[in-house]
């Protein structure tokens, strides 16, 4: 059973840094792209940034300039560098994998950006 394990989430001040990492555990094949999403209270989900099989890569417009998602291939994993932090990033993100055949999610983690 696949299983996408997020961490790096936590509190910051506006300015700051967070990294945040997806590591997936089990068989994965067929991977289109990987990808991260925000959800921030009251708001619908939106895709933060997304890496594809071939290794484009494709941001939101409100983080362009500020974060950078990157990965691991062997290691199934997915980053997401995420500089210059403010508060209006503040939100879930969740991870995402996409194969030709399933959808994968994370469980989510937390990111808060304050004073």
């Known amino acids: 059973q696949v299983q996408l394990v997020e961490s790096g989430g936590g509190l910051v001040q506006p300015g700051g840094s967070l990294r945040l990492s997806c590591a997936a555990s089990?068989?994965?094949?067929?991977?289109?792209?990987m990808g991260w999403y925000r959800q921030a209270p009251g708001k619908e989900r939106e895709l933060v940034a997304a890496?594809?099989?071939?290794?484009?890569?494709h941001y939101g417009d409100s983080v362009k300039g500020r974060f950078t998602i990157s990965r691991d291939n062997p290691n199934i994993t997915v980053y997401l560098q995420m500089n210059s932090l403010k508060p209006e990033d503040t939100a879930v993100y969740y991870c995402?994998?996409?194969?030709?055949?399933?959808?994968?999610w994370g469980q989510g983690t937390q990111v808060t950006v304050s004073s």
């Open positions: 089990g068989s994965i094949f067929g991977i289109r792209s």
């Open positions: 890496i594809i099989s071939g290794g484009s890569t």
């Open positions: 995402n994998i996409e194969t030709v055949t399933m959808n994968y």
